[in-house]
């Protein structure tokens, strides 16, 4: 059944690819608690089944194990690309599959889509941008990514999923919506995720040296998870032709040294900063421009960092107390 047809009658069936991660998760729970029927795909690479856990109960919540580079039939109304390892320790584990991921997983969404008619959503990446010289970062700057470095993988498989997307939008005429999504944290970000927010509350809880990169004077701008799931709910049922490329991300830019000492004084540790060299092509400065977002869907974040990193710490803060700190917990 088209969305179309579907949409007063039943249900609305929504597939969510990467649905066991952390974004994933929280979108499962936003769309379930809306009443949407959500079915989870998943195999587990970096997503857990605890972040899905509260939701098995519920009547209208499903869950399948399933690599998205294997096509798939289904029927539904609308799909969400999450699928894809985001961190960079993760997505630079087993490059090929990463990029496989992207662009296999984006052809087997887009066919979905194509034989269904369902409205097509894609988690794409600041990282498109690359070692950004343009800022803050506008959707049209097309990027400055060195296609043969160690995050090409990700980056330029975000990218060809982009094109495709784009492709078949014009190609086959599919209701699409691309969303680039800037540094999100909160909880569910897996322990050992290695991305900085949850590496340093984890580090400050632990009294383990705190790992700064490089001197700590690239930029990054973080946004809390339930600002990014709103908009991405905005995105997904706006008009037809407002299919992005657009930004989602806090605009509110700092050094990462300072994320350091915020989290050390919001956590009260002792913890030392050390050093460490800056991985190969880590982007000097970034931060979203997001007046598309506000024009457009009316988006604009509302949790602010002090708020979102207290959240942030009491999740982990519970979670390592439990001991479930472990990768395959
Ligand atoms: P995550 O690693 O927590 O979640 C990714 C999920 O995809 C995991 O559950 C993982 O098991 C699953 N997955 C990976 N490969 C798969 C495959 N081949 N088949 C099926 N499932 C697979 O990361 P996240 O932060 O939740 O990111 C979700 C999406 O948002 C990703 O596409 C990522 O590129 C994008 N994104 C996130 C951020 C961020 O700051 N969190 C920033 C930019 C883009
Ligand atoms: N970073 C850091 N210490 C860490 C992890 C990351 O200083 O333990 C830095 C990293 O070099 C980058 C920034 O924090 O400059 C954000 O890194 P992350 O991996 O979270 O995401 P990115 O924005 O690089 O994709």
Known sequence: MSRNSSANLVRKRILVTGGAGFLGSHLCERLVRDGADVLCLDNYFTGRRDNIAHLLGQPNFEVLRHDITDSINIEVDEIYNLACPASPVHYQYDPVQTTKTSVLGAINVLGIGRRTGARVFQASTSEVYGDPTVHPQ?????????????????????????????????QHNLS??????????????????????????????????????????????????????????????????????????NPHEIPVRELAE??????????????????QDDPMQRCPD?????????????????????????????????GKASLDA
């Open 262 to 279: 915020r989290v050390l004084a919001l956590t009260g540790s002792r913890s030392r900063i050390v050093f460490r060299p800056l991985p």
């Open 138 to 170: 506008t959707e049209d700057y097309r990027g400055n990514v060195n296609p043969l470095g160690p995050r090409a993988c990700y980056d330029e498989g975000k990218r060809c999923a982009e094109t495709l997307f784009f492709d078949y939008r014009r």
């Open 176 to 249: 699409i919506k691309v969303v680039r999504i800037f540094n999100t944290y909160g909880p569910r970000m897996h322990p050992d995720d290695g991305r900085v927010v949850s590496n340093f509350i984890t580090q400050a809880l632990r009294g383990e040296d705190i790992t700064l990169y490089g001197d700590g004077g690239q930029t990054r701008a973080f946004c809390y998870v339930s600002d990014l799931i709103e908009g991405f709910v905005r995105m997904m049922a706006s008009e037809d032709d407002i299919t992005g490329p657009i930004n989602m991300g």
């Open 290 to 322: 997001i007046s598309r977002a506000r024009e457009l869907l009316g988006w604009t974040p509302a949790v602010g960092l002090e708020d979102g990193l207290q959240r942030t710490i009491a999740y982990f803060d519970a979670l390592l107390g439990a």
